[in-house]
């Protein structure tokens, strides 16, 4: 009975909303999708990687040379590629997810509008589907960017972790 009441109420919420509120749950579930698919690399796979730049590393004789810093360079900057792998992708989420919430605004305010212009503008009952439209977008879109805002600072803490450790086992001692 929980389930069914709560749905119900979703629905409701989603449908005072308007069709833009149906867009940022779209944009939140794609832009959690990748933050949660960078986290799962960086728990697992990012590993493996950093140990392929090692091992690489460690099988040289000579690693002092001019040749041999550009390769310690190139081994840094592909684990460094792996690692912000879909991380524009993810700041470009959580920048438009606050658009999102202003097109909501004006789609519900081009409704209210409307019910204004067709009855006068007496007619409160009929406006506050156009200001319910105008308003629940925005903070969605607002708590849908912040959210991202978490998430993308907790995977850049890591990522650049993760960088700095296989710069400093990079050595050049021999």
């Known amino acids: 009975m929980f389930f069914v009441d709560t749905l119900a109420e979703m629905g409701k919420f989603m ?7 149906w867009a940022i749950v779209v944009l939140l579930f794609f ?4 933050i949660f698919e960078r986290m799962w690399y960086l728990r697992s796979s990012v590993s493996l ?3 392929s730049a090692l091992d690489a590393w460690e099988a040289r004789k ?6 041999a810093h550009q390769i310690r360079e190139k081994l840094i900057s592909e684990v460094s590629i792996e690692i912000d ?7 470009t989420l959580v920048a438009i997810a606050p658009l999102f919430g202003l097109l909501g605004t004006v789609t519900g305010m081009i ?8 009855t006068g503008g007496g007619d409160a009952k009929a406006m506050a589907g156009g200001v319910s439209q105008a308003t629940i977008p925005t903070m969605s879109g607002m708590v849908a960017a912040l959210s991202g805002v978490f998430g993308m600072t907790y995977i850049e803490r890591v990522a650049e972790q993760e960088k700095h450790l296989l710069e400093d086992h990079l050595t050049m001692d021999h």
């Open 85 to 91: 792998a879909n991380m524009m992708m993810i700041k």
């Open 15 to 21: 449908d005072s909303g308007g069709m833009v509120l």
């Open 111 to 118: 409704t209210v509008f409307d019910v204004m212009a067709f």
């Open 49 to 51: 990687e950093v140990q």
């Open 62 to 67: 000579e690693r002092k040379s001019k040749h």
């Open 31 to 34: 832009m959690w999708t990748l």
